[in-house]
């Protein structure tokens, strides 16, 4: 039975099919040598834009999944505010002192004390962030970016940052060994969080 082939040309081969698997698995005794060493040069072609396809394909799947720097950040559902340990992640001059606390699951607190802004990075732009001595995490919060009016929309494969009026996406991550690794993210350094409900509820009341 015959069966098309085509080679790197694009141009349509046919060629007996028991042949082609018999040159396919030729070798010499006491000698290893390639397959299809005695085929024609289509078939060689052939068989060699095919392995180069395979390689590639290979290649792509073994570094498809992103690389992250240590001090790369995740999107967090549970954080109440942007945190990072590594001051040197600040844009100079932004650090202004800022006492509070940040409690660490159940079992201890630790002390923020300053807070600034990101923006010198090539795939980050990000205010109001605390500094966290000792935090060996980089984190947005989802809570502070929804008070910034923007929506995280979650999926199998990562998340969207979206303008929550415009739908501009301004910013990706990718999951990852359970973090929501940041790819980008962009928030403008003069946003500023929306007041809350309540507080909006007990200005009208004094108003």
Not at 9 to 21: A, C, D, E, I, P
Not at 77 to 106: E, I, R
Not at 134 to 148: E, F, Q
Request: neutral net charge; proline residues 4%.
């Amino acid at each position: 039975m015959k069966h098309p082939l085509v080679d790197v040309h694009g141009v349509l081969l046919t060629q007996n099919v028991s042949r082609f698997q018999e040159a396919s698995c030729s070798r010499h005794r006491g000698r290893d040598h390639l397959p299809l060493i005695h085929s024609t040069g289509h078939q060689c072609r052939a068989l060699a834009a095919t392995m180069q396809i395979n390689a590639s394909t290979s290649n792509l799947m073994a570094t498809s999944t992103p690389y992250y720097p240590k001090d790369a950040f995740s999107i967090n559902s549970g954080a109440s505010h942007h945190l990072t340990g590594n001051v040197q992640l600040f844009d100079q001059g932004s650090l202004v002192n800022f006492n509070d606390t940040l409690k660490v699951g159940n079992a201890y607190d630790m002390n923020i004390v300053a807070r600034g802004s990101i923006s010198h990075r090539r795939n980050l732009t990000l205010p109001d962030v605390r500094y966290v001595p000792g935090l060996g995490v980089n984190v947005v919060s989802v809570a502070l970016l929804d008070a910034m009016d923007y929506d995280v929309l979650f999926s199998m494969h990562g998340c969207l940052v979206k303008e929550r009026l415009g739908g501009e996406v301004v910013g990706k991550a990718t999951l990852l060994d359970g973090l929501y690794m940041v790819d980008y993210l962009r928030i403008p350094l003069d946003r500023s969080c929306l007041p809350d409900y309540e507080t909006v509820e007990a200005a009208l009341r004094l108003w």
